[in-house]
Nanobody
Framework: QVQLAESGGGLVQAGGSLRLSCAAS????????MGWFRQAPGKEREFVAF????????DYAASVKGRFTISRDNGRNTVYLQLNSLKLEDTAVYYC????????????????WGQGTQVTVSS
């Protein structure tokens, strides 16, 4: 079992920045690909970014590419999502997730999930 706990969400003005963290505990090892997803009010949960176990491969949703950066510190069992140039439409609950093996874009491909952290972008 792997437990995931997100933190770092909050209220920020449009154009601002936040850094989200996802701390893993339990049966953690560096073989997990980590993903970030988000769910806005009234919308489906959607893929945001993933990073493979070594950090060698990352990918992003088109809507966040160039603004968000995913990274990881395997020594700390923590994954980060740096959110820059935030827009109103980035308002959502952000979830981190973990899966074995390679990168993936679908929720169903991730086994472990955190409880989420709220990001609210104001005008």
């Amino acid at each position: 079992q792997v437990q995931l706990a997100e933190s770092g969400g909050g209220l920020v003005q449009a154009g601002g920045s936040l850094r989200l963290s996802c701390a893993a505990s339990g049966r953690t090892n560096s073989d997990y690909t980590m993903g970030w997803f988000r769910q806005a009010p009234g919308k489906e949960r959607e893929f945001v970014a993933f990073i493979t176990s070594s950090g060698g491969t990352t990918d992003y949703a088109a809507s966040v590419k160039g603004r968000f950066t995913i990274s990881r510190d395997n020594g700390r069992n923590t994954v980060y999502l740096q959110l820059n140039s935030l827009k109103l439409e980035d308002t959502a609950v952000y979830y981190c997730a973990a899966r074995r093996w390679g990168g993936a874009y679908l929720q169903s491909q991730y086994l472990y999930w955190g409880q989420g952290t709220q990001v609210t972008v104001s005008s």
